[in-house]
């Protein structure tokens, strides 16, 4: 699913929320259905957790907390640190290069997907899987797909019902800063870390909320979202034809999508790991562009043929 954080923040319109909140009531029906035993949730970072100055481009968390921003869940989540480590290494053995944290901090991309579906993110033993989706340089998508792969391998050694949960917009390019493009107020922030604060938050949420009013308003500086380019992506993960985006290059995914669409590797990711265990059939199919969110928001909820 998509995640946005003016989902919680003045500005969308009530039915545009209610369309988004009915399609997640429905996928949070299919997850009590299925009573997970255990999550494995890919996600990005939006500058919360990890920072230039150490950038992996894959993490499994050992343990984590939210780190509270746009109203999230704040503090630790339930993280099985054996099952983690066992999986980090089942990775590594798997020819995958991944790093591991005992002290990953992740933000609203992991935090609140966690909320819409559960009610308390830290009720649900789960395994957060950070991918790089903002930073540059990226690695190639099929890198993300080999990693998707080799947790699904070593998820099928578990005797436990695993939901894979994928974090991430589509189409969409918000104005978040790189190294090369960030100004030297920022600079701080997305190279060493530096804490934000109540302030400094509170000053970020307002940017992103009249960031949001401008683009919905056909103004600023955003990229267009690309509804076609979002179907061509939903389709190739409907079809199972993941092997496909081994040949979308990251300039090709920023040129159509917008920047940050590159979260759209946590998809990758959960499909490749769903797809090891054969065909699957997926269901939920919602899709809007949505300016008010600056994204192209989706659902799919899948299972094994």
Known sequence: ????????????SAELLDDIGAAIGAAR???????????????????????????????????????GDYGSHAGPLA????????????????????????????????????????????????????????????????RSRALGAAIGGFLAGLDRRVLLLASGGLSHDPPVPTLASAPAAARARIVDGEPMGPEGRTARQQQVVAAAAEFAAGAGSCRPLNPD????????????????????????????????????RTWVAAFAALATAGPYRTGNHYYRPAPELIAGFAIRTAVPV
Request: proline residues 9%; charged residues 15%.
């Open 1 to 12: 699913m998509s995640h946005s954080p003016l989902l919680n923040l003045p500005g969308p």
């Open 29 to 67: 029906d299919f997850v009590t259905a299925f009573d997970p035993e255990l999550v494995v949730a890919f996600s990005p970072d939006h500058y919360n957790g990890f920072f230039y100055k150490l950038m992996p481009p894959f993490c499994i968390g050992t343990a984590a907390s939210g780190v």
């Open 79 to 142: 993280v099985p640190a054996d099952i983690a480590l066992d999986c980090a290494a089942a990775v590594l053995d798997a020819g995958v290069d991944v790093a591991i944290s005992a002290g990953i901090d992740v933000d609203h991309g992991t935090t609140q997907p966690l909320q819409a579906l559960f009610g308390d993110a830290a009720s649900v033993p789960v395994i957060p899987v950070f991918i790089n989706s903002v930073a540059i340089p990226l690695g190639p998508i099929a």
């Open 229 to 264: 380019w979002d179907a061509a992506l939903l389709d190739l993960l409907d079809t199972g034809n993941l092997a496909a985006f081994d040949g979308w290059t990251n300039d090709r995914i920023a040129a159509e999508a917008g920047n940050s669409a590159h979260e759209v």
